[in-house]
């Protein structure tokens, strides 16, 4: 299948791998990326050097491109990038910030770059910051997708904009990419279905639970994290969705968090001086990555909080990332053909 996506980023089919923490490790990414799709190193739990040495283990296990991800808000995110770029990383996506800087210095050394929007406003504006490619996030999205569902919302940015779009919220398997190429996006992005394939580090038990949890067991809000966020429904996530943490106790828990993490704490504390509503933001965001990684890593879901996308009502079982993709192209060729056939 040949798509503006396969021909801008040279992969074999327009099927992506988010950058989700925790779970877009070097492994999963590079076996994303050698199954023919472009998998998204995710870079928010790593440091510079950390995120150094991912790039160097997923060139490792791969000659095939691939990208990272950079959530510029967050401490540490801006370092990152800057590592992508000295590496040369083929593909760097930015979200939650301004990326001119990161498209001006990758284009110099023929890097491509995808901006991650919710709203025409944000595409238009990354359009106009040359961008080579959307990630346009719909509300079926696990973690911080938009308000407006993906069967509105990628039409109507993919509509108007000239730059490819990949959409991601709700795309799980072969009828899940047809339909997006119906409405006008390249490609598509599908984290919840490769985080529960065999090569994904996500916790077993986790993977468990969202086999056996349904569409209708994910909750939606920002009591949890600062920011709109999809996660599955269990007694940990209704009981955090349902009361925002202190300001207070949530800056504790970042500075907690960013040590742990290896990130400057001298810019949480300035920060909490010059850029008071910014730093309460990330001091939420930071205070809720115990939670995450405990559920992520640890298969806790008891005390732990997964980020989860509706299409867990879609994912049945774990079969290794080629099997997936091979998958979803022959099911989308499938029905494709027989559409053909009713006209």
């Known amino acids: ?49 950390q995120t150094r040495e991912a790039i160097q283990e997923i060139r490792r296990l791969t000659d095939k491109p691939f990208g990272i991800g950079a959530t510029l808000m967050m401490p540490g995110a801006k370092e990152n990038a800057e590592v992508a770029l000295e590496e040369q990383v083929p593909v760097i996506n930015f979200s939650l910030g301004k990326g001119d800087w990161i498209v001006k210095r990758a284009h110099a050394y023929g890097g491509k770059v995808i901006a991650t929007v919710v709203t025409e406003k944000h595409a238009k504006s990354a359009e106009s910051m040359g961008a080579d490619a959307l990630l346009v996030t ?48 390249e490609g598509v992005a599908m984290g919840s279905r490769l985080a529960t394939s065999q090569e994904s580090p996500l916790h077993q038990n986790t993977k468990d639970a969202i086999i056996q949890k349904s569409e209708n067991e994910t909750l939606y809000g920002n009591n949890f994290d600062g920011l709109y966020a999809r996660v599955m429904k269990t007694p940990a996530s209704q009981k955090a969705m349902k009361k925002p943490i202190s300001f207070i106790m949530a800056a504790v828990k970042s500075v907690k968090a960013a040590k742990e993490m290896n990130m400057p704490l001298w810019k949480v504390m300035a920060g909490l001086v010059v850029q008071f509503d910014k730093i309460k933001l990330l001091s939420l965001f930071g205070a809720a990555t115990e939670k995450i990684q405990a559920a992520t890593v640890e298969g806790d879901l008891e005390t732990g909080v997964q980020f989860i996308g509706q299409t867990q009502g879609l994912i049945d079982d774990q079969p290794s990332v080629q099997q997936i993709i091979d998958r979803i192209l022959v099911q989308a060729h499938s029905i494709h053909q027989d559409l053909g056939k009713k006209w």
Do not use: C, Q, Y
């Open 138 to 185: 719909g509300h079926e999205a696990a973690a911080h997708g938009g308000d407006v569902t993906s069967l509105v919302l990628v039409p109507a940015i993919a509509s108007k904009v000239s730059i490819p779009v990949i959409a991601t919220g709700g795309f799980a398997d072969g009828r899940g990419l047809l339909a997006a190429l119906s409405l006008g996006a």
């Open 1 to 49: 299948m040949k798509t503006r996506i396969t021909e801008l980023f040279n992969i074999e089919h327009p099927i992506m791998l988010p950058g989700m923490s925790w779970i877009s490790t070097p492994t999963l990414v590079a076996a994303v990326s050698n199954a023919g799709g472009l998998g998204i190193l995710a870079t928010g739990p790593l440091n510079a050097e």
